[in-house]
């Protein structure tokens, strides 16, 4: 189920971007006037497919959904009637052309800025940047950052959640100059903590920022109280109940939800002697044996019992930010050029090798990030979308024949010396095009599949 949740939520990211990216290009091809014979959401074979009349648009649900397509009147790849060839896309001027190939990723920044208004319209919310544990010798430990301190500012940026403090430091680290950071204690005294230039340049050396700061956010401890229960697991064999707290194990304390689910791993077929304590106060001594279950190649104890989540578990740990529409409007339209050009300078960094390749995601790690974000609500799946639709539009503007980026390119050098360039030359450029594309896709997947297997 988990598998198909994630595909579905894969399909969906897809088969939304993918429409808002294709509809711009039909949707200014329409209003210069240039006929649409066909709108795909797809490629290969059609699963679904609607026409009016024979003269009109047909639109198309094609079988492969990793990309779409908008075709054309064109004279270049059949007969046009010579009825209809002022409606040929090849006989327009060259900014009609050009408006109608930079719709396309336009549309997909116009997707982001409109995703990101609903989103502070709404209310966005995020978990508070209090650092949890500091990694001994790590960076962060070097600048003195202590568990329980809240970051305030970034640099010159607001740190309000995890998520804008992250960004923050991403930006910073393409910069490559020394960063304060601004925070405010366990005791409440607001101080400032300094972050060398080498440091901050080597945080664009790994996709896990965090993981390199040497931090991780602080987050509440679960208490050890049975959830639901599974019929027929060992849990509800061995008498536990809904609400009953473990207090030991085999005479170990448990300090937490974390604490038990280890003890339970590490003891598959093992009998355990626990104490709980019950809604009431009542103290029970209880035997239970965790059944063997293999993930990912291991063996570990499970017992068929989720976690009791108390009510108001994350009231101090989260913040929510709500703007009216105009600054709703604002915030959008920065945060969008803001997300724009750190992606740029990040693919910029990679060109010259100042940044690991490790920051490109393919297909894979795509959908896995479209199912976990769908699992966590639709406030996530839209920042989500947001993102990876400011991804594809930045690349689909890259100077690389095939895509629309390399389209402008070819009106650009028709501009400047006053005529197309010849169809070989196209289409030698075209080939070339292809060549980066299926390498840029390889190394996707190649780095897709080594995380995936470790």
Do not use: C
């Not at 104490?275 to 001594?285: P, Q, W, Y």
């Not at 570990?300 to 578990?313: E, F, K, N, T």
């Amino acid at each position: 189920m988990d598998i198909l949740f994630t595909i579905g939520s894969f399909v969906v990211a897809l088969a939304i971007l993918i429409a808002v990216h294709e509809f711009g290009h039909f949707w200014v091809a329409r209003r210069v006037g240039v006929k649409v014979l066909r709108f795909s959401i797809g490629f290969g074979r059609p699963l679904l497919r609607i026409q009016r009349d024979p003269d009109a648009t047909e639109y198309v649900v094609a079988l492969v959904p990793l990309g779409g397509y908008v075709k054309m009147l064109d004279e270049r790849e059949e007969e046009v009637p010579a009825a209809q060839a002022h409606l040929a896309f090849n006989r327009q001027a060259l900014w009609k052309r050009s408006a109608i190939v930079v719709a396309g990723p336009l549309f997909n920044f116009l997707f982001a800025i409109f995703a990101y208004w609903a989103i502070f319209m709404s209310g966005d919310s995020g978990l508070r940047p209090i650092v949890g544990d500091v990694e001994p010798q790590s960076i962060a430990a070097e600048a003195g950052f202590q568990s329980g301190d809240e970051l305030i500012r970034v640099g010159d940026r607001e740190a309000g959640s995890w998520e804008t403090a992250l960004i923050a430091f991403v930006g910073k680290s393409l910069d490559g100059r020394e960063l304060a950071v601004q925070v405010r204690d366990a005791s409440g005294r607001e101080l400032t903590r300094w972050i060398p230039s080498d440091a901050v340049r080597s945080l664009a050396e790994e996709p896990d920022l965090l993981g390199r700061l040497g931090l991780s956010p602080k987050r509440p401890t679960l208490p050890a109280v049975i959830g639901e229960l599974v019929p027929g697991e060992a849990a509800e064999d061995s008498g536990l109940k809904r609400g009953d707290r473990i207090l030991s194990a085999d005479g170990r304390p448990i300090e937490g939800w974390q604490d038990w689910v280890g003890v339970v791993q590490d003891h598959a077929n093992e009998a355990l002697a626990i104490e709980i304590e019950r809604d009431d106060g009542e103290r029970l001594a209880l035997s239970i044996t965790p059944r063997s279950a293999q993930v990912e190649g291991e063996t570990i104890g499970r017992i068929g019992a989720g976690v009791l989540v108390p009510d108001g578990l994350m009231d101090d740990y989260s913040v929510e930010v709500r703007y009216g529409p105009l600054e709703s409007l604002d915030r959008a339209v920065s945060k969008t050029v803001e997300m724009s050009v750190m992606t740029l300078r990040v693919v910029g960094r990679m060109l010259i090798g100042q940044a690991s390749v490790e920051n490109l995601s393919g297909p894979i790690t795509i959908a896995e990030t479209a199912g976990r974000t769908a699992s966590y609500g639709l406030e996530s799946f839209v920042k989500f979308l947001a993102v990876v639709s400011i991804s594809l539009g930045i690349l689909n503007l890259l100077p690389v024949p095939v895509l629309d980026g390399g389209h402008l390119l070819y009106f650009f050098i028709e501009w400047v010396k006053g005529s197309p360039l010849s169809e070989e030359a196209q289409m030698q450029g075209q080939k070339i095009g292809l060549f980066l594309l299926a390498a840029l896709m390889s190394l996707a997947f190649y780095l897709d599949l080594s995380r995936l297997l470790g």
